[in-house]
C-alpha cells in the first residue's frame, strides 16, 4: 500500500515561488510515474507535471519555463519548484503517482494560493 503525503503550500503574492513536496510511504521504487495535477475551484483537475523513472518529464504549456519537477528515488520524494507564481497558479496542488501495474495513486492535495 502506498501513501501520499503533500506539504509546502501556502499564500503568496504574484512573482513570488512556493517549493511542494511530496513523500510516499511504502516504496516508491515501484512508482513508474511521480508528479503533480492541480483543480483550481469550479474547474477540472489538470496535469502540472509527471516524471516517469527514467526522468523523462511531461509539464502544461502554462507552467513551462516557471516550474521544475524533480524526484529522489532514495528519500521516496517528489517536488515541484514554482517561480513567477501568477493568480492564475491558484489551486489545489495534488501529488500523483501511478505504479507499473497501472494503479493511481493521489495525495489529499495541498492548496496554493497566489494574490495579485
Known amino acids: 500500500q502506498v501513501q501520499l503525503a503533500e506539504s509546502g503550500g501556502d499564500l503568496v503574492q504574484t512573482g513570488g515561488s512556493l517549493r511542494l513536496s511530496c513523500v510516499a510511504s511504502?516504496?516508491?521504487?515501484?512508482?513508474?510515474?511521480m508528479g503533480w495535477y492541480r483543480q483550481a475551484p469550479g474547474k477540472q483537475r489538470e496535469l502540472v507535471a509527471v516524471?516517469?523513472?527514467?526522468?523523462?518529464?511531461n509539464s502544461a504549456d502554462s507552467v513551462k519555463g516557471r516550474f521544475t519537477i524533480s524526484r529522489d528515488n532514495a528519500l521516496n520524494t517528489v517536488r515541484l519548484q514554482m517561480n513567477s507564481l501568477l493568480p492564475e497558479d491558484t489551486a489545489v496542488y495534488y501529488c500523483?503517482?501511478?505504479?507499473?501495474?497501472?494503479?493511481?495513486?493521489w495525495g489529499q492535495g495541498t492548496q496554493v494560493t497566489v494574490s495579485s
Open positions: 500523483y503517482g501511478r505504479s507499473y501495474s497501472k494503479r493511481d495513486y
Open positions: 511504502g516504496s516508491m521504487l515501484n512508482m513508474n510515474v
Open positions: 516524471m516517469d523513472s527514467a526522468g523523462n518529464t
